[in-house]
């Protein structure tokens, strides 16, 4: 499977909010263009200009800062860009669908950064996550495992089929197979099942299936799955989301 798109991170920092980001994920990303979203949400009652004129400098050198991490870490492509916000989530899906962003990452710590937990609900965006983590995992020993949570055992054998077309997908696009592995849970509770197999693993990989990114990223599953979880998690977009609205 050959790789058909550019890959575009869109990484939101809270410039003001003491918030890292870890090395391993730094180099772990470095072979993808990054999008670094600093930003700062603003009480309702305080102008985006006001703000921007107060504290503009001081958030751009810390937002700077980031950018040279990334650059040090040999990152070739790192775009930049500052807000200050009265509604964060709004304005992450506004960047992502105006930079065409492939993933949202969501950032954890990560003292090590080994392996990959992809949960897989469905077909749905299979191509292009797929697709995102050939780029991703290009030039590095990271291990990758395709993770799905079936209903009954009446559907073991079709999610099973899913799991393996994934993980032969990802070695034709020249992923290592002794690299790619798959696990397939029934009959349980997806959260729960998800944040159990991404303890065993160091970052969580989920695709998004629905028209709005604020709404399944942020108001969602990932959601739970991002404050659960101690691993960053990246969330993957959809191709078919529109720009308007």
Known sequence: MAVSRDHRVL???????????????????ASVPV???????LPDQTGTDQARDQYGLRARAELDRYHQLFEDAGCLDVASRLVFTHDR??????????????????????PVLESILVAVRGD????????????????????VTFFRIV??????EQGSELLEMAADDLAT?????????TSLVVDGSPTREILEA??????????????????????????ALA???????????????ETDG
């Open 227 to 241: 404050k659960g979880t101690a691993d960053p998690v990246v969330v993957i977009r959809g191709e078919y989301l």
């Open 35 to 41: 999008i670094l979203l600093g930003y700062h949400e």
């Open 124 to 143: 749905v965006n299979l191509e292009y996550i797929v697709d995102f983590l050939a780029a991703l995992v290009d030039g590095t020993d990271l291990e």
């Open 11 to 29: 990484v939101p920092i809270d410039v003001f909010g003491g918030q890292g980001v870890p090395t391993t994920v730094i180099d772990a990303f």
């Open 151 to 156: 209903s009954d055992e009446a559907d073991r």
């Open 89 to 110: 989530l709004q304005t992450f899906e506004r960047i992502a669908v105006e930079t065409s962003a492939d993933a949202v990452l969501l950032l954890n710590s990560a």
């Open 198 to 223: 991404a303890a065993d693993h160091d970052l969580l990989v989920v695709g998004e299936s629905r028209p709005s990114i604020r709404r399944f990223i942020f108001k969602d599953r990932a959601k």
């Open 173 to 181: 696009a020249g992923v290592d197979r002794a690299r790619i592995d």
